[in-house]
């Protein structure tokens, strides 16, 4: 069984450039979120996939978006980034039946992305 | 607004029973209670979770107060591996109907020799 995976492992970029950084769901999981987390902070969700669809959404500007694919893997888009962007970027499956309850979650190792 | 408190920090000799409290006051009745935790430079790891009742399995117990107000998990005997930052987690309802998971800054645990 393969766990959830993120790519690109890091990433840097310039004030103002878009970046997207793709997961892939662990097998069998429909549900998958999103999380940044700043240097000595916990993770902040972002939002949360299930079947395609966005269903939950933390407090972050629309610039933030993604998106679940029918394999359940999933992007996070972020345009016109700022340097309070720079954090690590976790992704994590859930095996939802639902979508609509909190059950387990497994994360993926994060992507570092650094704002110059 | 912070809807679980925990202590900054804490520490522990190796082998011996690690207590990590948790205040989740304003917790309402359907929210359960989640720990994860993360080792340094990897994704979190969920360790366990609760409604009502205790809960143990392989990795640790959650002992939940009566009115549900407070939680404590225990790693009973600790290793040098349980170094970590230990994140309690209370579900937040989102009017869309779905849950948002709410991390605080949580419990960074040193376990010394």
């Known amino acids: 069984e393969t766990g959830v995976t993120q790519s690109p492992t890091h990433l840097i970029k310039t004030r103002g450039q878009q970046v997207t950084l793709r997961c892939s769901s662990q097998?069998?999981?429909?549900?998958v979120s999103w999380y940044q987390q700043a240097l000595g902070q916990g993770p902040q969700f972002i939002f949360q996939?299930?079947?395609?669809?966005?269903?939950g959404r933390g407090n972050f500007p629309p610039r933030f978006s993604g998106l679940q694919f029918p394999n359940y893997s999933s992007e996070l888009n972020v345009n016109a980034l700022e340097l309070d962007d720079s954090a690590l970027y976790l992704c994590?499956?859930?095996?939802?039946?639902?979508?609509?309850?909190?059950?387990?979650?497994?994360f993926g190792p994060g992507t570092r992305l650094t704002v110059l | 607004d912070a809807k679980t408190t925990q202590p900054t920090s804490m520490d522990c000799a190796e082998g011996r029973a690690a207590n990590l409290p948790c205040n989740h006051s304003?917790?309402?009745?359907?929210?359960?209670v989640y720990w994860y935790r993360q080792i340094h430079s990897q994704g979190p790891q969920y360790i366990i979770h609760?409604?009502?009742n205790n809960e143990t399995n392989e990795m640790a117990s959650l002992i939940i107060t009566e009115d549900r107000k407070s939680s404590t998990l225990i790693l009973p005997h600790a290793t040098l591996r349980d170094t970590a930052v230990y994140y309690c987690?209370?579900?937040?309802?989102?009017?869309?109907?779905?849950?948002?998971?709410?991390f605080g800054r949580g419990t960074s645990l040193i376990v010394h020799p």
């Open positions: 994590a499956s859930s095996p939802g039946t639902s979508g609509s309850s909190y059950n387990e979650q497994f």
């Open positions: 097998s069998g999981h429909n549900t």
């Open positions: 996939y299930y079947r395609e669809e966005e269903n």
């Open positions: 304003t917790i309402s009745g359907n929210e359960y």
């Open positions: 609760g409604l009502k």
């Open positions: 987690i209370v579900r937040v309802p989102y009017s869309g109907g779905s849950y948002i998971p709410t």
